[in-house]
């Protein structure tokens, strides 16, 4: 074992503590983000078809109105359609009212930056005023709801959403779903501490990590039956609705690559690749919860829009408002929700972009506070300053 592996082993294991957050939960309620990062394309997954502007807008990457063709959207509703790559997945659930869409929807914030707007979304803290690092909402939410809720994000760092006072777990799943660290060098490990303060963070950190592989290698063995294991996102969905039926009721999960600024394509191509790939890991995340369904509530945000009209590489830039999805059991779906405008050019934001009429700690606020009957005080602790925006959506 090398002086890396001592040291990540040590670092690990403070966030794998929280014992009180990793008792079974006393509420059977279930909240799931998946943050989007790149800025998907919004106008090319839920479509404007009855927007002729849409059209003139998307000479080559716009998606063909509702048809007989398989490459025509799906028909929602008069004014909406969805992307023909979700008609396995996404669509079935929007036709059995457990999805939603809510459009024009995203921050207020107009750097237009990756990195800036990732970083408020997560935060969850007002615009204006010093924003503090080390308080992102997930966490703020997990101790407003003291112990109600057990945390746990799937990624290989901790996101900014879930920094806090309390250490919160975090664990990668996308991959082959083996320790980094053997029985041998763990028990290594725990001598080199035995006698020091932080002895029973470690000892309780490999335990917690041993326990998530135990649960992840059961699915694998049943699942697998000798055949070549798929990979990506519907695994991972997979192994993380395990993990969440059996003892994890907070969840956020990451997927890169939405940034399409060249030959984003159409009803094919790679914009139509990467939802494929996200709508049957949220169709798989679906089925594996089972009965948990019921009580399970999926948002699906990203850190903004895209422009509306394509530029002359075939793709789109860095926008404003965006599409959020809002997928469960018990939400009241099969319908857009929010409010709207037209679709045109009158109402585009600065004559480029989806104005944000949506406003999204007061649309996840509006989700949060039936969820889990937060009084008005105690949602302040998690988005201050927000008034929630209930759209019926629980």
């Known amino acids: 074992m090398n002086r890396r592996e001592v040291v990540f082993a040590a670092g690990l294991a403070p966030l794998l503590l929280a014992g009180r957050l990793y008792a079974a939960p006393s509420a059977k309620k279930r909240f799931l983000i998946v943050f989007l990062r790149g800025a998907y394309d919004a106008a090319n997954v839920l479509i404007p078809v009855s927007s002729d502007f849409y059209y003139r807008s998307r000479p080559t990457i716009a998606v063909p109105k509702p048809g007989e063709d398989v490459n025509s959207a799906l028909v929602l509703d008069e004014d909406w359609g969805l992307h023909p790559v979700l008609k396995e997945t996404i669509y079935p659930l929007y036709l059995k009212g457990e999805a939603a869409f809510v459009p024009f929807a995203g921050i207020e914030d107009?750097?237009?930056?990756?990195?800036?707007?990732?970083?408020?979304?997560?935060?969850?803290?007002?615009?204006?005023?010093?924003?503090?690092?080390?308080s992102g909402?997930?966490?703020?939410?997990?101790?407003?709801?003291?112990?109600?809720?057990?945390?746990i994000a799937f990624t290989p760092q901790l996101p900014l959403i879930f920094h806090g006072a309390a250490p919160?777990?975090?664990?990668?799943?996308?991959?082959?779903?083996?320790?980094?660290?053997d029985a041998r060098q763990a028990k290594l490990i725990e001598a080199m501490y035995r006698d020091t303060a932080l002895?029973?963070?470690?000892?309780?950190?490999?335990?917690?990590?041993?326990?998530?592989y135990k649960s992840i290698a059961i699915e694998m063995q049943a699942a697998s039956r000798g055949a070549t294991t798929a990979r990506g996102f519907e695994l991972e969905a997979q192994r993380m609705a395990r993990l969440m039926r059996e003892k994890y009721s907070l969840g956020f999960v990451d997927i890169g690559g939405w940034d399409t600024h060249?030959?984003?394509?159409?009803?094919?191509?790679?914009?139509?690749?990467?939802?494929?790939?996200?709508?049957?890991g949220l169709a798989a995340f679906a089925e594996a919860m089972g009965p948990d369904w019921a009580d399970t509530t999926v948002v699906v945000i990203s850190e903004f829009g895209r422009t509306f009209r394509e530029n002359g590489n075939r793709g789109t830039d860095h926008g404003h408002g965006s599409v959020?999805?809002?997928?469960?059991g018990g939400v009241k779906g099969g319908r857009i929700a929010g409010d709207q405008v037209?679709?045109?050019?009158?109402?585009?934001?600065q004559d480029?972009?989806?104005?944000?009429?949506?406003?999204?700690?007061?649309?996840?606020?509006?989700?949060?506070?039936?969820?889990?009957?937060?009084?008005?005080?105690?949602?302040?602790?998690?988005?201050?300053?927000?008034?929630?925006?209930?759209?019926?959506?629980v």
């Open 352 to 393: 480029r972009d989806y104005p944000v009429l949506n406003e999204y700690r007061a649309v996840i606020g509006g989700l949060l506070s039936p969820l889990y009957d937060l009084e008005p005080e105690r949602l302040q602790s998690v988005f201050a300053d927000t008034r929630p925006k209930d759209i019926k959506l």
């Open 137 to 151: 909402f997930m966490s703020r939410l997990a101790g407003t709801l003291e112990g109600l809720a057990t945390p």
């Open 110 to 134: 107009l750097s237009r930056s990756h990195f800036e707007t990732q970083d408020a979304i997560e935060l969850g803290q007002p615009l204006t005023g010093t924003r503090n690092y080390q």
């Open 199 to 212: 002895a029973p963070a470690v000892v309780q950190g490999f335990a917690i990590e041993d326990d998530v």
């Open 342 to 349: 037209r679709v045109d050019e009158a109402h585009l934001f």
């Open 168 to 181: 919160i777990p975090n664990m990668s799943l996308n991959g082959n779903a083996k320790p980094g660290i």
């Open 324 to 328: 959020y999805w809002v997928l469960g």
């Open 262 to 280: 060249v030959n984003q394509g159409n009803a094919s191509g790679y914009l139509a690749g990467r939802l494929a790939e996200l709508g049957k």
